[in-house]
């Protein structure tokens, strides 16, 4: 009788904490380094697209960072150029804005702005370092 619940024990687990639920798929510049990374998993019976970053041939942080929700939803997004930080935008579960943040060129943030789940703006700061 303990050998049939410790199967059905090893049975559930398996079966609730997939081995390999993510999939990552790299892309490289002739040099070696990365190009992009963009990270899946498996969601029901397909795949879904979960995160993506992106880098210049020097390696540094470049391009659009990108993450998806259990819903295949945008829920975030990070901007960098040439390894500095330029813009970050988020999204409520609904798909409403949540915030937005934009950098200057020294990486200080130059615009904030804020909105609640009905898309009310709650916040909205300009300049925050001069």
Not at 98 to 127: F, P, Q
Request: proline share 1%; glycine share 10%.
């Amino acid at each position: 009788m303990n050998l049939k619940i410790y199967i059905f024990l090893v049975f559930l687990i398996s079966r609730t904490f997939p081995q390999n639920s993510r999939v990552t798929h790299t892309e490289t510049y002739i040099n070696g380094n990365i190009r992009s990374i963009t990270n899946h998993v498996k969601h029901g019976k397909g795949i879904r697209k979960w995160s993506r970053e992106e880098y210049d041939k020097k390696g540094r942080k470049h391009g659009a960072w990108i993450g998806w929700d259990e819903n295949g939803l945008m829920s975030y997004e990070t901007v960098w150029e040439f390894g500095f930080h330029r813009q970050y935008r988020e999204w409520h579960k609904n798909g409403s804005k949540k915030l937005i943040i934009r950098y200057d060129d020294e990486g200080n943030v130059a615009l904030m702005k804020k909105w609640d789940e009905e898309g009310n703006e709650i916040i909205k700061t300009s300049s925050l370092n001069g």
